[in-house]
């Protein structure tokens, strides 16, 4: 059994190095880790390298640890070669169940016994992708949020065949690593924000298809209304204030009988052309002519603008890693 105090981490592994995995990359190297990463498309590193380059100055805003540097990024030539010496594991390769399965099964073999590994997936519980391990006891999920390198919330939970020692130390490590970490003590289709997030895109993409709004319509009205409010205090407390001074009881009182009015079209729409396009096209009309990098670059100086303001920079590390 290889596995380190969570705090004394100084080599992270990922696994998969894109939206996701490459910002794990970038906030893990923020915090003062060696981070080696594999992926295995020919374009993976260049894309990686742009990804780290352009999270940097948010990163630099946060405050780096000492001794932080993307020149302690290493790309490795096989996954063995990447897993070799990890003290911990994060995979963040496609979201496809069959791959996730075989991906984590080869992590496995390929990792020093006990060292925990974590799965970024969106909504796969760990019981199904466990299945083939030799060591399913140290698999785990740690899912993040776009981008991992802002956005502090993992949520972490077990499989049915994860030992609840591994769960609570990726908790107690992703903790070291400067993160705010929900464990959970069961499986939920999607996990908590996912479920939450999905209810909203599912009546955005209704709206789109029906006509009904635009993608900017739907847009502003997240950031211009209850967006404002939900940065800094969730849904539930947020709708108690809306009850008065009567609080939630008075809320439910008043609203508990069009609870079943039929707001919401939960079922997901037909994923049909018309509907990919207005998609598309909306965002690219709500793009206003912004590259991604420029919207990459507005969305992570809005996230640290929010923490700030609301007084949640994070603690900025004091000594590097390990
Ligand atoms: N995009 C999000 O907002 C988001 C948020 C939270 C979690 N996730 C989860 O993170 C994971 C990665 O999603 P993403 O958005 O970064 O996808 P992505 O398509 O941006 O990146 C996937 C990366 O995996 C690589 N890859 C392909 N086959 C692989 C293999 N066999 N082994 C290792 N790497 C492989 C690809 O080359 C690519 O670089 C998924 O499980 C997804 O559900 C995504």
């Known amino acids: 059994m290889a596995r380190p105090d969570p705090a004394d981490v100084a080599r992270v592994t990922c696994v998969g190095a894109g939206v996701i995995g490459g910002g794990w990359a970038a906030h893990f190297l923020a915090r003062g880790y060696d981070v080696t990463v594999w992926d295995p498309a ?3 590193e260049p894309r990686l390298r742009r990804l780290v380059e352009a999270a940097w100055p948010a990163l630099t805003q946060l ?18 070669e990447a897993c070799a010496e990890a003290e911990f594991v994060q995979e963040s390769a496609p979201e496809k169940l069959e791959l996730k399965r075989d991906l984590l099964a080869r992590l496995d073999a390929a990792t020093p ?19 083939t391990a030799a060591d399913p006891g140290r698999l785990v999920v740690g ?12 949520e972490v939970v077990g499989g049915e065949r994860t030992d609840p020692e591994a769960v609570a130390w990726a908790a107690r490590f992703y903790e070291a690593a ?5 464990t959970m003590d069961r499986e939920l289709p999607g996990f908590v924000a996912n479920r939450l997030q999905e209810a909203l895109w599912r009546e955005a993409l209704h709206m789109v298809a029906n006509g009904e709004a635009t993608v900017r319509d739907i847009d502003a009205s997240i950031t211009e209304g209850p967006g404002l409010r939900w940065a800094f205090m969730g849904p539930c407390l947020t709708f108690a204030l809306a009850g008065g001074e009567g609080g939630m009881a008075h809320m439910l009182d008043h609203f508990g009988e069009s609870l079943k009015s039929p707001w919401t079209r939960l079922e997901a729409p037909e994923l049909d052309r018309k509907l990919y396009d207005g998609m598309v096209d909306g965002c690219a009309e709500a793009a206003a002519g912004r590259s991604h990098a420029d919207l990459v670059a507005e969305r992570d100086q809005g996230v640290i603008d929010v923490l700030r303001a609301t007084g949640r920079l994070p603690e900025p590390p004091r000594r590097s890693a390990g």
């Open 143 to 154: 899912h993040p949020f776009n981008p991992p390198y802002l956005i502090p919330l993992v």
């Open 63 to 80: 405050g780096l640890a000492p001794g932080a540097d993307p020149a302690r990024l290493k790309v490795a030539p096989t996954l063995e």
């Open 113 to 131: 016994p006990g060292v925990v590994v974590a799965s970024s997936t969106s909504g796969y519980p760990m019981t199904d992708m466990q299945t």
């Open 178 to 182: 400067g993160k705010s970490v929900l």
């Open 42 to 44: 020919p374009d993976a």
